[in-house]
């Protein structure tokens, strides 16, 4: 059974990453209006990828006895300055998950969850992998 300190901090990160792939499919109908269908296209998969991450937290959850409490998603925003731009948001809000993540790892251990403190590794690896992208595409730009 899983903690209520860790179920509601899991059943907000299932909603940071929906915010993401949403965030993501926004960069991506902003990237088709501009013409940037392979941006675009890369968007779409962010979000794809996204989506699979709540996932893997929802599933998590429910495997551990505790209850998925899904949230409300904010409206991302639709326009950017630029297509660097776009991709300097994106690297960004990589950055802030990163942090969301590295709190819920402090919180796992605080709790001595190791079970989600297990899981969780595989997310701190995954932002390494993220944060490297969305930067080399700024840096490309």
Do not use: C
Request: hydrophobic letters at 45%; charged letters at 30%.
């Amino acid at each position: 059974m899983i903690g209520k300190k860790m179920e509601e901090a899991l059943n907000s990160q299932i909603n940071e990453e929906l915010f993401s792939a949403y965030l993501y499919l926004s960069m991506a109908a902003y990237f088709h209006a501009e013409g940037l269908d392979g941006m675009a296209s890369w968007m779409r998969l962010q979000a794809k990828e996204e989506v699979e991450h709540a996932l893997k937290i929802f599933d998590h959850l429910v495997e551990r006895g505790g209850k998925v409490t899904l949230k409300a998603i904010a409206e991302p925003q639709r326009e950017w300055d630029s297509p660097l731009a776009a991709f300097q948001a994106a690297y960004e809000h990589e950055r802030y998950i990163t942090g969301k993540i590295h709190e819920l790892v402090d919180l796992a251990q605080a709790e001595r969850d190791h079970a989600a403190f297990q899981m969780l590794q595989w997310f701190v690896a995954e932002q390494v992998e993220e944060e490297d992208q969305t930067k080399k595409a700024v840096e490309l730009l």
